[in-house]
């Protein structure tokens, strides 16, 4: 003070200042320190550079001053100062604790995902999501350690810290999740750490089931944490050392939860789960951005994969991929209105989970389920719904293993995809592939894909039948189902009881409902129909011959079963379950006799329906066809299109073989009431008016690959060995429909250029039923069904000259009826007559329903007469159909006649000019419901049909 005072003494005029002044100014200086604007920090100093550059922008003698606009270098700057940033938010949310100074970090880290966001910054953006998932502790839980994941709630119910980034990272996930790109990785790993720690909600564990009654399953086991103990239990010492040295033991560990404050901890973890709301994630996925949908479904294809994919990856964790598996299933379920962004990824994905699999398990089964859950949610999508159907023919080719567990699940599905969107399916493709389907999930029946066609011919060739139009293996159609495709039928009849019923229901579905079958699924509809037939009459054949020697193998197998059903290992091969169990713990597709029971049961009402349904497909093709076409042409405007289509389909090939030969296989049943009620409507079928339009070469077909084999199938003592009267009613009928099957299509078969070798076949055929297991019923009958035949044949001339054909047709006879040819040849009342009709009294007149006349005899007595009384309402109604009515046969005319003459309405042969005129014959057959008209028109020794 006192040099300050010095220095400024006589300054004022000569004379000093005031001292107090003095004082005063020196304590000021002291206080607050002169600094030059240069020196200064803080507003001041900005405001003094601001003012600098104002006048040196008014005086010119620097560029004009030009403002930049706001944010311009904000991005630039951002980038440089991000990553500082994040690590410091990071180190003093980890190490302070002050409950402000986290509060700030946390804001820190929100306003960082704001302008990562606002820019774009996606490897910003997820830099944060990772910081913030390792500060969970969800991440990275090691489930070999003593402390595993059923300690982890405890855990994070006490941290608040950590419960606090939990809720930072999923609200920064919902609120800028079309930034993530690489953090969606963390994020799927968090979320099946909390699966595995139990801590999601209801509505993330439950899913979807077909077989379910309440159609939900929880994907939760509630023995998985007891599993675990018992695992860290048995690694020993090294265990005990650990659990010492972490302040505890494994049994003090394993008690963890049942204190107050456990119980309050793990509440409180699973109220800040439930904040976090982790199932938005799935449904507002579908507001996402292209790129982190892509992101995120590339992540749960990661997570889902199956244990041939992570060979060398360590422990495989197979209720880790079901979780992951069922979330990306939701997610494309969200996304189906964009679905064709990232089918083709799923699609694949799921494909190489079911055919990558030898056995059926748990991740395999749901990986059915959910192929097949997005195909029933696809279909009514036009531009994936093709694609979604032909998805599914990775199922026809799964190991016999996976299909022997997983055919009741895709029967199930079948059927709700079916009943929901069958009005949807409209190629035949996609057609061949559901039907091939429902064939290999209720039948048994398998597909297996062929290289060259060489092989198919060497596996076709050695395939033997097993019953009427039954080969172990058959060539189908190519298209869809792969290019060379093998239908293997070695284990046809040997299904699920369950699943047989659901896939019967399915076809039912298809078949009764006229606007689902079309032209581009009638061919499909009818081998479908066929492969039932044939599984409902193998399968109780096969059952007889297993029984005996498999009866003690099966007890042994099924003791075996059950001791292993409770074992589980975390490799993923074997995993026992509780609220869901893969099938080695369960075994549900391992059939029980009550089991086989019902479905013997069921099988009788399923034939039933079955030959219904077989009849009415037969009867309603054609005019289904023709409807089709019309509404077809019409839309089109060319009429004349109905006509050509209906040529052009191939009928016979496509629709009525298959029908008739499953009626074949059923008419070959063990059953009585069964073989005797598709012998009669195979005789309806056969004598249908439909059946006219048939060529020639068409019914030789259904006689050598239908009729044929299913008489000589009925010669085997193994069909029915205990009901002998009922096989012997069973051939007499089959027998008498073969004769009036053939007098009926006689002219039409003479137009045959091997009709001999069709003729020999069919008297073998007789002669094998006349002397088979010594039938007296068969002995009266077949004879008489042969007179009438012969006598048409002989009237019509056929036996006038010694041919090749006369030959052989009497040596055969003379092998078992050797006195046939003479009864026949000589009795006059068996020659034709030239008598006018208006002097058989005995005669009627009748209009069928083409308008054309024709004259028959009155019904007279059935040959069948002598069967027994006691037959059920089948035979009786077949019983009517035998009645004898007349053919109606023309005298063949001269030579020089034959080109001019024609056949009128009223049966008679007129010339042209009137002069000529042939009157009909009448002779009693046992032919049918109708006659035929016999004419002269052709050859001397053909037959003309009215």
């Known amino acids: 003070m006192s040099a300050f005072k010095s220095?400024?003494?006589?300054?004022?005029?000569?004379?000093?200042?005031?001292?107090?002044?003095?004082?005063?100014?020196?304590?000021?200086?002291?206080?607050?320190?002169?600094?030059?604007?240069?020196?200064?920090?803080?507003?001041?100093?900005?405001?003094?550079?601001?003012?600098?550059?104002?006048?040196?922008?008014?005086?010119?003698?620097?560029?004009?001053?030009?403002?930049?606009?706001?944010?311009?270098?904000?991005?630039?700057?951002?980038?440089?100062?991000?990553?500082?940033?994040?690590a410091a938010l990071s180190f003093v949310f980890d190490k302070s604790l002050h409950e402000k100074t986290i509060m700030r970090s946390i804001n820190g880290f929100r306003k960082c995902a704001q302008i990562a966001a606002f820019y774009g910054c996606g490897d910003v953006f997820d830099n944060l999501v990772i910081s913030l998932c390792k500060f969970t502790t969800l991440v990275n839980i090691n489930t070999t350690s003593a402390e595993g994941p059923h300690l982890v709630p405890y855990y994070f119910g006490l941290n608040a810290k950590a419960q606090l980034a939990a809720k930072t990272m999923f609200q920064l996930a919902h609120n800028q999740g079309d930034t993530l790109r690489e953090g969606w990785k963390n994020i799927v790993d968090c979320l099946q750490n909390l699966f595995k720690c139990r801590l999601l909600p209801s509505c993330m564990v439950?899913?979807?089931?077909?077989?379910?009654?309440?159609?939900?399953?929880?994907?939760?086991?509630?023995?998985?944490?007891?599993?675990?103990?018992?695992?860290?239990?048995?690694?020993?010492?090294?265990?005990?050392?650990?659990?010492?040295?972490?302040?505890?033991?494994?049994?003090?560990?394993?008690?963890?939860?049942?204190?107050?404050?456990?119980?309050?901890?793990?509440?409180?973890?699973?109220?800040?789960?439930?904040?976090?709301?982790?199932?938005?994630?799935?449904t507002e996925s579908k507001f996402l951005q292209e790129e982190s949908l892509l992101e995120l479904v590339k992540a749960l294809r990661f997570a889902s994969q199956g244990p041939e994919a992570r060979l060398g990856e360590g422990v495989f964790e197979q209720d880790l991929a079901v979780f992951n598996l069922e979330v990306l299933i939701q997610v494309a379920i969200q996304n189906r209105d964009r679905i064709s962004l990232i089918w083709s990824q799923i699609s694949q994905h799921l494909s190489q989970l079911i055919s990558e699999a030898k056995t059926c398990t748990f991740l395999v089964q749901r990986a059915v389920i959910g192929l097949l859950r997005l195909c029933t949610r696809l279909l009514h999508l036009e531009n994936v719904a093709s694609e979604a159907v032909?998805?599914?023919?990775?199922?026809?080719?799964?190991?016999?293993?996976?299909?022997k567990v997983a055919c009741r699940h895709i029967a199930y599905g079948l059927h709700e995809l079916i009943k929901t969107n069958a009005a949807n399916v409209h190629q035949a493709d996609d057609w061949q592939v559901l039907l091939a389907l429902i064939q290999t999930a209720g039948t048994g029946v398998r597909f297996v894909k062929y290289s060259t066609p060489a092989e198919i011919e060497a596996v076709a060739a050695a395939s033997k039948p097993q019953s009427v139009g039954c080969k172990t293996r058959e060539v189908v159609a190519m298209g869809c189902l792969g290019q060379y495709v093998i239908k293997d039928k070695e284990r046809l009849g040997v299904n699920d009881v369950k699943a047989f019923g659901k896939c019967w229901h399915s076809m039912v579905l298809i078949v009764q409902d006229t606007a689902h079958v079309t032209p581009y699924n009638l061919e499909s509809c009818s081998n479908a129909l066929k492969c039932f037939a044939e599984a409902c009459s193998s399968r109780r054949q096969m059952k007889k011959q297993q029984a005996a020697p498999n009866s003690s193998k099966a007890n042994s197998g099924s003791h075996q079963k059950r001791g292993n059903s409770g074992a589980s290992t975390r490799s993923g091969k074997s995993t026992g379950k509780s609220t869901w169990s893969s099938p080695e713990s369960l075994n549900i597709n391992v059939q029980s006799e009550d089991e086989e029971d019902d479905l013997s049961a069921s099988q009788v009402d399923v034939i039933t329906q079955l030959l219904i349904r077989i009849e009415e497909l037969h009867s309603r093709a054609p005019k289904m066809l023709k409807?089709?076409?019309?509404?077809?042409?019409?839309?089109?405007?060319?009429?004349?299109?109905?006509?050509?289509?209906?040529?052009?389909?191939?009928?016979?090939?496509?629709?009525?073989?298959?029908?008739?030969?499953?009626?074949?296989?059923?008419?070959?049943?063990?059953?009585?009431?069964?073989?005797?009620?598709?012998?009669?409507?195979?005789?309806?079928?056969?004598?249908?008016?439909?059946?006219?339009?048939?060529?020639?070469?068409e019914w030789e077909s259904c006689f050598n690959v239908v009729f044929l084999p299913t008489l000589h199938q009925l010669l085997e003592p193994s069909i029915s060995p205990g009901d002998a009267v009922g096989m012997e009613e069973t051939r007499m009928r089959a027998a008498s429909t073969l004769s009036k099957v053939f007098l009926q299509r006689l002219n039409t078969l003479l137009g045959l250029p091997n009709f001999l070798d069709l003729w020999v076949d069919i008297l073998q055929c007789m002669k094998k039923y006349m002397v088979a297991e010594d039938s007296e019923l068969l002995a009266e009958a077949i004879p008489e069904s042969l007179k009438n035949i012969l006598l048409v044949m002989h009237t019509a001339r056929l036996f006038e000259y010694r041919s090749q054909f006369t030959i052989l047709t009497w040596q055969t006879l003379d092998e078992f009826l050797p006195h046939l040819q003479t009864e026949i040849l000589s009795n006059p009342s068996m020659v034709t007559s030239t008598q006018d009709p208006s002097t058989l009294s005995s005669s009627s007149t009748t209009t069928s329903s083409t308008g054309e006349s024709k004259t028959t005899l009155p019904s007279q007595e059935n040959i069948d007469g002598k069967e027994e009384t006691n037959q059920n309402d089948a035979e009786k109604e077949s019983e009517d159909e035998d009645a004898h009515v007349g053919v109606i046969l023309h005298a063949p005319l001269p030579e020089d006649d034959k080109k001019n003459c024609r056949l009128d309405l009223e049966g008679e042969v007129e010339g042209v000019d009137g002069s000529v005129a042939v009157t009909p014959v009448i002779i009693p057959t046992q032919c049918g419901n109708s006659g035929t008209v016999m004419g002269a028109e052709n050859r001397a020794q053909e037959l003309t049909a009215e």
């Open 390 to 403: 032909q998805s599914l023919k990775v199922l026809l080719f799964t190991e016999p293993k996976v299909m």
């Open 7 to 86: 220095q400024v003494r006589g300054v004022n005029g000569g004379s000093d200042f005031d001292g107090e002044m003095i004082e005063q100014i020196y304590q000021a200086i002291k206080s607050k320190e002169i600094v030059l604007p240069t020196e200064q920090s803080g507003p001041l100093k900005e405001n003094y550079i601001w003012k600098q550059l104002e006048v040196r922008s008014s005086t010119g003698a620097v560029m004009p001053y030009m403002p930049a606009h706001d944010g311009a270098y904000n991005l630039h700057i951002f980038s440089l100062v991000w990553g500082s940033t994040v």
């Open 627 to 697: 409807l089709w076409a019309a509404e077809s042409s019409s839309a089109e405007g060319d009429v004349t299109d109905v006509v050509d289509f209906q040529l052009s389909f191939p009928l016979w090939q496509k629709c009525w073989l298959p029908l008739l030969q499953a009626i074949g296989c059923l008419c070959c049943d063990s059953r009585r009431h069964v073989r005797m009620d598709a012998l009669g409507r195979l005789q309806r079928c056969l004598l249908t008016h439909e059946m006219l339009c048939l060529s020639c070469s």
């Open 206 to 282: 439950e899913v979807e089931d077909f077989l379910e009654p309440s159609g939900k399953i929880s994907l939760l086991r509630d023995d998985s944490a007891s599993q675990r103990l018992v695992k860290n239990d048995s690694t020993g010492l090294l265990s005990s050392f650990y659990s010492y040295f972490a302040g505890g033991s494994v049994d003090s560990q394993s008690s963890k939860g049942t204190s107050a404050e456990d119980q309050e901890a793990l509440q409180q973890a699973k109220s800040c789960i439930v904040e976090c709301k982790p199932e938005q994630l799935i």
